[in-house]
Each structure stands twice: as structure tokens, then as C-alpha cells.
Nanobody
Framework: VQLQASGGGLVQPGGSLRLSCAASGITVAYYAIGWFRQAPGKEREGVSCVTSSDGTTYYADSVKGRFTISRDNTKNTVYLQMNSLKPEDTAVYYC????????????????????????WGQGTQVTVSS
């Protein structure tokens, strides 16, 4: 199983990026997929997730209204569209999933629900700076 995260880069405040999480070895439609981020010196934060059952999406309060998660089953890929980016969005972004644990639990519950997922993407750097 591999998750390939890509799409990061350097963008000015107010700009946009779209991250991709391309999966192989699993079918994303059957897994809840989460996006997480970690900035230097900070704890990991659950950013967004999409469920396997009905594709329900969830977001951390810090990104609600600015980020949109989506899933393309034909491409076996999950996306994170990030708009109105702020300097505080600067971090390494990871996608992750697990055979038995729903990453949406951490996205909604915060650090108290942190979990060691089975599968992680390699991370993609997002830097928001003028």
C-alpha cells in the first residue's frame, strides 16, 4: 500500500494550492482518508477527512470555509483544495488512512484522539509567505 502526497509549494497569503493523495494497493472509496499537518515545533493537527461510507467530509475549525476535501474514485485519489491560505497554514501536510481506525475521529477530536495510522503519505511542504 502506498499513499503519494503531492501538490505543496510556496504561495503568497491569500493564494491557493491543491494537494493530492494518490493511493495504490487500496481503494480509497473503501477507506476514510484524512489530511494532517505538522508545523515545526507544533503538534500534529488533523485538518480534514472524508469517510468511506457516504463521503461525508469534516474539517478542523482552523480551516473550515477555506479548505475542501474531495475524492475521485476513478483516479483513486483524494484532494485537498486550500484557498485563502494564511501564514499559519505553513506545515508539512500528510494524508493517512487505516484498516480499522477512522481518521475523522482525530480530525474532530483533536490531539486527544491522535492515532498511529497504518498508511501514511510521505508529506508535502506547504509554505505560505510573502
Amino acid at each position: 500500500v502506498q499513499l503519494q502526497a503531492s501538490g505543496g509549494g510556496l504561495v503568497q497569503p491569500g493564494g491557493s494550492l491543491r494537494l493530492s493523495c494518490a493511493a495504490s494497493g487500496i481503494t480509497v472509496a473503501y477507506y476514510a482518508i484524512g489530511w494532517f499537518r505538522q508545523a515545526p515545533g507544533k503538534e500534529r493537527e488533523g485538518v480534514s477527512c472524508v469517510t468511506s461510507s457516504d463521503g461525508t467530509t469534516y474539517y478542523a475549525d482552523s480551516v473550515k470555509g477555506r479548505f475542501t476535501i474531495s475524492r475521485d474514485n476513478t483516479k483513486n485519489t483524494v484532494y485537498l483544495q486550500m484557498n485563502s491560505l494564511k501564514p499559519e497554514d505553513t506545515a508539512v501536510y500528510y494524508c493517512a488512512t487505516d484498516r480499522h481506525y477512522n481518521p475523522c475521529i482525530e480530525v474532530l477530536g483533536g490531539t486527544s484522539e491522535r492515532y498511529d495510522y497504518d498508511y501514511w503519505g510521505q508529506g508535502t511542504q506547504v509554505t505560505v509567505s510573502s
